[in-house]
């Protein structure tokens, strides 16, 4: 009875919102956040629950852009952390229902997931945004927020420490949104229409920015405010357009198609070229010599166009013949990539104790690798470590490389802090956040000025902070920016060169609106494989060959035998079988993997084609002599079998 009559009462609330008074008065806000803190409607599941939920959500994506900026101060400063997660849940668990419960996925069906998801984007910002002076922090979950200010006034430490997350971003996934409105299998007409509105909102969205830009640059504050007002109303209306609810999966897809698109523009435009010259090249098609992988690659990329590098790749390795059907391009990959992080290159240094690689401040050759690994003489290496990084994920091959989070933040512009120098060099970094925090006299105590020093070709080399920095005490007053200036210069003043290169590079191929839907999380998941490993999927999706199928005794006992090794075997297997150690961004269930029998039992041990995935087994008799022999080849071997 009581939830019957709230239900009615709430029911009038809104008829009289919006007949008696406008949606966007104080007094309607007041009542939108008063129906928030109802459990009834954070707890509801019930269909009138629903019902009420959709009308608030409604109600909110017609808010203004002036009402939802109060809201989003409410969310950050009155919420509390339990309020603002139990709400996040429930326009989640809304969003559930309601898109398993769709007859279309269109027009009117669609319009209270698509107000409950621009509701949620609301809290995303608040989350996105939120200070310790601002939450009551209940979730004890703290995070760096993706963006700093560029006040020099204001220090990174300080920024760090300031920020705190209120659920952690991972939280803001819908599996419904990305399992059944962006499944591939069974709702391409659903992707393809929210595709195109991505493209069209995009085409809004930089109309605006011009306009605005327009408007600051002919007129003054006041009326610039006046003029864009309704403009800043004004919400996307693709879902691809609210990226932090899709997973990092559903992204990938997105990236792909959006790869697709670019990749038929320039196969079109080849096509005309084809017409006049009587050649057609769909492909991106690189042919090297396996004894000179890095020349012959560098060589051929460096003079590529760049719409030429977002087409399909594929490899022709000198004097071997054979059709590339993507186990060259991948076995390509992993050789070149290899091949270029070898010290011989001396690109990229390892930090001992976090095994991480970096870009060397003082490599020889500065330059042309580096776009390549992201593009001729000393400009030909300069940026080519990039581009390649590029292709990889535009092709979906991951690439075995251990780069530290910083990287992938800065390839997204965000600034590094001293955690991520922590991550890289946890010695220098965390002595550094000692003498940030130290409460004694830090002049007497650590002895330090504005230089730094390091060892160069078997000399030592000083560089100065700040000019005359040898004469300058560090202290008490100005510790913070002496440690601010010293993970500036470690993390981008002293790589500066390399860094730039291989942005340039990997921008060439992957920079767009695409690439800004991914958190720099989300990228380094892109570039390098998920590292979460679910053996029961794979073994759910593997495909068998030569005489073994699923129920052959030797491939039950691989399976016991793998089942039972602990996490670092397993990822020894998977390296052995596949050249990386994570799974696709989808997981192990998206993976292509093929057992095969390879000859009777023997004394051999198992071989594998990493650039097929393809894993070829002997018949052997035993269980024991399965996992002895399965044990021996993944400690013992890279791991590298070539076709």
């Keep these: 009875l009581i939830w019957e009559t709230f239900h009615k009462a709430v029911l009038q609330l809104f008829t009289t919102i919006h007949l008696e008074m406008s949606p966007q008065s104080e007094d309607s806000l007041s009542i939108m956040l008063i129906l928030l803190h109802s459990s009834f409607i954070l707890e509801g599941v019930t269909p009138e629950a629903q019902e009420l939920v959709e009308l608030c959500c409604l109600h909110v994506s017609s808010l203004s852009k002036k009402s939802r900026d109060i809201l989003v101060t409410w969310l950050m400063k009155a919420c509390g952390a339990s309020r603002f997660d139990a709400l996040l849940k429930c326009l989640q668990q809304f969003i559930t229902i309601s898109v398993y419960q769709l007859e279309t996925y269109g027009g009117e069906d669609m319009k209270g997931v698509s107000a409950a998801i621009k509701f949620i984007s609301?809290?995303?910002?608040?989350?996105?945004?939120?200070?310790?002076?601002?939450?009551?922090?209940?979730?004890?979950?703290?995070a760096p927020l993706d963006t700093m200010t560029d006040d020099d006034n204001v220090m990174m430490v300080e920024q760090q420490e300031s920020k705190v997350v209120i659920v952690p971003y991972t939280e803001f996934y819908n599996d419904a949104v990305n399992l059944e409105l962006f499944s591939i299998e069974n709702n391409v007409p659903f992707i393809r229409t929210a595709y195109r509105a991505w493209l069209n909102d995009r085409d809004i969205q930089d109309k605006k920015q011009k306009k605005l830009i327009t408007s600051s640059s002919s007129k003054g504050a006041a009326a610039e405010e006046e003029e864009t007002d309704s403009d800043s109303d004004w919400l996307p209306v693709s879902y691809i357009s609210y990226p932090f609810i899709l997973s990092p999966a559903t992204k990938a897809k997105i990236l792909q198609i959006d790869a697709q698109s670019q990749m038929q523009?320039?196969?079109r435009q080849d096509l005309l070229m084809a017409?006049?010259?009587?050649?057609?090249?769909?492909?991106?098609?690189?042919?090297?010599?396996?004894?000179?992988?890095?020349?012959?690659?560098?060589r051929q990329l460096v003079h590529c166009p760049a719409n030429e590098l977002k087409k399909p790749f594929k490899v022709i390795f000198e004097g071997e013949e054979g059709i590339d059907e993507g186990g060259p391009a991948k076995e390509f990959m992993q050789i070149v990539i290899r091949e270029l992080l070898?010290?011989?290159?001396?690109m990229f240094k390892m930090n001992e104790e976090s095994r991480l690689l970096y870009f060397n401040p003082h490599t020889f050759e500065l330059g042309l690798?580096?776009?390549?690994?992201?593009?001729?003489s000393l400009s030909l290496f300069k940026s080519n470590i990039g581009t390649l990084v590029g292709i990889a994920?535009?092709?979906?091959?991951?690439?075995d490389i251990s780069f530290p989070m910083v990287v992938y933040k800065r390839l997204k512009d965000i600034k590094p802090t001293i955690y991520d120098l922590i991550e890289l060099d946890p010695i220098l970094g965390n002595n550094l956040l000692k003498m940030l925090k130290f409460q004694g006299n830090i002049e007497t105590t650590f002895d330090q000025v504005f230089q730094?020093?390091?060892?160069?070709?078997?000399?030592?080399?000083?560089y100065d902070l700040v000019p005359g920095g040898g004469n300058i005490n560090v202290t008490n007053d100005n510790v913070k920016e002496y440690v601010n200036l010293y993970v500036k210069y470690i993390l981008e003043d002293s790589v500066e060169k390399p860094f730039s290169a291989f942005y340039k590079g990997f921008h060439r191929i992957c920079g767009g609106k695409a690439l800004d839907m991914f958190r720099y999380e989300e990228l380094e998941l892109l570039t390098c494989g998920n590292p979460i490993l679910d053996f029961e999927a794979l073994e759910r999706v593997t495909k068998y060959d030569d005489g073994f199928t699923s129920n052959s005794q030797t491939i039950q006992f691989f399976w016991k035998a793998v089942h039972s090794f602990d996490d670092n075997e397993k990822r020894l297997l998977l390296k052995f079988a596949t050249g990386s150690d994570r799974a696709p961004i989808n997981g192990l269930e998206s993976l292509p993997f093929v057992i095969s029998r390879g000859g009777p039992d023997s004394e051999q041990l198992p071989t594998s084609h990493t650039c097929f995935n393809?894993?070829?087994?002997?018949?052997?008799?035993?269980?024991?002599?399965?996992?002895?022999?399965?044990?021996?080849?993944?400690?013992?071997?890279?791991?590298?079998?070539?076709?």
């Design 614 to 643: 393809h894993l070829l087994l002997p018949d052997y008799i035993t269980y024991e002599k399965l996992e002895q022999k399965l044990r021996l080849a993944i400690h013992q071997s890279e791991g590298f079998g070539l076709l």
């Design 452 to 462: 730094i020093s390091y060892e160069l070709y078997g000399g030592i080399e000083t």
């Design 275 to 298: 017409l006049m010259s009587g050649r057609i090249m769909p492909y991106l098609v690189l042919k090297v010599r396996r004894s000179h992988i890095v020349e012959d690659t560098m």
């Design 342 to 346: 070898d010290p011989q290159f001396a």
């Design 265 to 267: 523009r320039g196969q």
């Design 369 to 376: 690798e580096f776009e390549l690994i992201s593009l001729s």
């Design 393 to 399: 994920i535009f092709n979906s091959v991951i690439l």
């Design 122 to 142: 609301l809290l995303y910002e608040a989350n996105e945004n939120n200070t310790k002076e601002e939450t009551d922090n209940q979730s004890g979950m703290s």
